[in-house]
């Protein structure tokens, strides 16, 4: 976790009082997707589009056990791979994006994951949230991936103020210092998750609170 006091906030006081909050509830945020390897963690990302990471930590160790790089991959059928995957949502989507993937990074670029944001996005199936993930997880490059619990918590807390995923990242790009991009993303995830979930949030229990306007309204009703 980084030190807080490293860092050169905004003169925000709430925003400096979030950060330290969440920053003091999950000292050991980080993500929770098993992985060993950059093409690993792009892989094991695609997969959890619309599923959890519970239930991709369920899948992968198998499949990566078998298929280590994207060659391993173009042995197989569509079908074959999506035997494979078949217990996680949009199975057959995902396993035709995979295996196209698989073939770029092989006859692209060396079987290699690149380390850029607009080549990632050239890949079928990798928008910004996943390359967000993979370039902050796999290679410590500053980022913030704005997933439902990342858009959720940051716009019920204040940080950002939008209906959009890109303008809410931009927003949080602007608010928090670069710095703590990455720490962020994970701690906003995490208190998505633990506390401030889609449903019946637990705001008589968020020590946020008393920085949220959602939450001292959601506990006046």
């Not at 892989?43 to 298929?67: E, G, R, W």
């Not at 999506?82 to 073939?103: M, P």
């Not at 209906?163 to 927003?171: G, N, P």
Request: proline share 5%; net charge positive.
């Amino acid at each position: 976790m980084k030190n807080l006091n490293d860092v050169k906030l905004p003169n925000r006081v709430p925003t400096e009082k979030i950060l330290e909050t969440l920053a003091n509830l999950y000292p050991e945020a980080k993500c929770e997707l098993l992985f060993s390897n950059p093409f690993e963690l792009l892989i094991a990302t695609m997969l959890s589009a619309q599923a959890t990471d519970k239930k991709v930590n369920q899948i992968t160790p198998h499949l990566f056990k078998k298929y280590k790089k994207p060659e391993d991959f173009l042995h197989l059928t569509q079908k074959q791979l999506e035997e494979d995957i078949k217990e996680i949502g949009l199975y057959k989507t995902k396993a035709k994006n995979i295996l196209e993937t698989c073939r770029m990074l092989f006859e692209k670029y060396n079987g290699e994951v690149p380390k850029d944001r607009e080549i990632l996005e050239s890949l079928p199936g990798v928008g910004r949230k996943t390359a967000n993930v993979v370039l902050s997880n796999a290679f410590g490059i500053p980022a913030i991936a704005v997933d439902t619990h990342v858009f959720r918590v940051s716009n019920r807390i204040g940080l950002a103020q939008s209906d959009k995923v890109l303008e809410t990242e931009q927003q949080l790009m602007k608010r928090i210092p670069k710095k703590l991009w990455s720490d962020a993303h994970h701690w906003l995830i995490w208190h998505g998750r633990r506390v401030c979930t889609a449903r019946n949030p637990k705001c008589n229990f968020c020590l946020v609170l008393p920085y949220c306007k959602y939450g001292k309204q959601n506990t006046n009703r």
